[in-house]
């Protein structure tokens, strides 16, 4: 597998736009690609770029739509000149790309035939670090130390550690990004297990929310709740002159992720309000000191 994927490196392979897949999927299995759903393909994934091309076998009963963003062209492969059959006008996508379901599966007819239509954008790559991480104290010796949800969009990386078996305890959240030699630099800061000053500690969204806040000189680190776990996320950044600028994500927690900046205002030693968002929508408005 390995020595294929070297094999297919060269730039002018590279290719995004729209290809599809055929299947041969019953009523159930076509019905498991719920709106959102994220999965894998764990061998390489051969698509062509014609819709007739994918649906012409006779046991086609499904047809993925796959969506390739510029961004993973480096993922997926044109293999016209090289293929046995250069009229199939193959892609190859590599494995353990990851996709997300754009819409649930829909009812569509192609040259008479009955078929299942979903469509799927890929959101990761097989470099994708999202996912439960866990860490060795080799100096302590102590194995599964610390428990790491990492988030991965793009080029951007999101975590918080807890303890696991460590015999300390301890909690951080970091902010960094990872580049094309997959090389990680990472912004983090420890998460109050005990106040440490005004801003540290837990604090209670308008919304029900739990924030546990920890500060060291003008940085500030967060990981937030949500009362019922429909989403949690992380996020660094800066504070001055009771101004709070930060970079957020959304852990994984089975819901859509996702990430934005914001900014804040320290109203006073236990209120902060949600002035601005940058780019979306941000559900807390307001937050107020528990402890």
Known sequence: MYSLLGGLQESKRHYHGVVYRGMGLGSVASSAYK????????????????????????????????????????????????????????????????????????????????????ELVIEGTACNLSGVWTCDDNELNVKDAGTYCISHYRQKVFWFERQSKARWNFANVCCGTINNDYELTIQWGDLPLKTA?????????????????????TQIYWLAIDKNNRWAH?????????????????????????????????????????????HGQFLTKELMKKS
């Not at 390489?44 to 993973?72: D, G, H, M, Y």
């Not at 540290?200 to 920890?214: A, P, Q, R, V």
């Open 234 to 278: 992380v996020r660094v950044g800066t504070y001055n002159n009771n101004i709070i600028s930060m970079n957020w994500d959304d852990l994984i927690i089975g819901q859509n992720r996702i990430h934005d900046a914001i900014e804040c205002r320290i109203i006073s030693s236990n209120k902060i309000l949600i002035v601005k968002c940058i």
């Open 197 to 217: 000053d005004d801003m540290s500690g837990c604090w209670e969204g308008d919304d029900g929310s739990c924030y546990m806040i920890g500060t060291c000189q």
């Open 35 to 118: 709106k959102g759903l994220l999965f894998y393909w764990s061998g390489f994934t051969s698509c062509t770029k014609e819709l007739k091309i994918s649906t012409k076998w006779s046991r086609c009963t499904a047809v993925s739509v796959i969506n390739i963003p510029q961004r993973f062209s480096h993922a997926c492969f044109n293999i016209d000149d090289i293929s046995k059959f250069p009229s199939e006008k193959e892609v190859l996508l590599q494995p353990y790309t990851c996709f997300r379901v754009l819409n649930n599966p829909t009812q569509s007819n192609d040259s008479g035939k009955d078929l299942t239509k979903i």
